[in-house]
């Protein structure tokens, strides 16, 4: 029979080994080494703002994909509007939801008179590692020739009371 302090010691023992086996799997795990992405390190959130003021703010789709992208990303419309380098767009963000390693970002894009005007976008990701893995992008014409007049920019009432604080 095992008595109370031979079951202490195995336990002290068991402990001690699998801290060592995780600070070791820490220090020596290669995703940390070699990869100077400006994504890494950082949350999925700030992954993706990343990478849309590249794309969007600056205009420059390619360099965007090449800093954030893995060599496996699926984009599953690579088609879609805004996918090419062009001058800087207006990008009017509307909603951002973030969940794990996902992010959903609904916003209207501006890209001036050879895009036709402003389109209603919703670009979803998926982040590992600092990087994007996963993009689709959903796109419709706003309707209008500016995001402001867009009928998505109108304020809802929801009916939601504001919390005292």
């Known amino acids: ?3 109370d302090k031979t079951l202490n010691r195995l336990s002290i023992v068991a402990g001690l080994f699998l801290t060592a086996y995780v600070a070791q799997d820490l220090h020596f795990n290669p995703r ?3 990869d100077k992405g400006p994504g890494v390190g950082k949350m999925p959130r700030e992954i993706v703002a990343g990478y849309l003021d590249t794309a969007y703010g600056k205009g420059q789709v390619s360099e965007a994909a090449r800093l954030y992208y893995t060599k496996k990303t699926v984009d599953v ?10 001058a800087p767009l207006r990008s009017t963000v509307r909603q951002v939801v973030a969940e794990g390693l996902n992010v959903v ?3 209207c894009v501006e890209g001036g008179a050879a895009a036709g005007g402003a389109r ?7 982040t590992s590692n600092g990087r994007i ?3 689709k992008t959903i796109a419709q014409d706003a309707g209008a020739a500016s995001c402001a007049s867009s009928a998505l920019a ?3 009432d929801l009916g939601l009371k504001p919390i005292p604080g």
């Open 133 to 135: 893995v996963w993009r």
């Open 105 to 107: 970002v609904h916003h």
């Open 1 to 3: 029979m095992i008595t």
């Open 32 to 34: 940390w080494y070699g």
């Open 154 to 156: 109108k304020q809802v």
């Open 77 to 86: 419309t690579p088609e879609a509007p805004y996918r090419s380098d062009s």
């Open 120 to 126: 209603e976008v919703v670009d979803m990701f998926r």
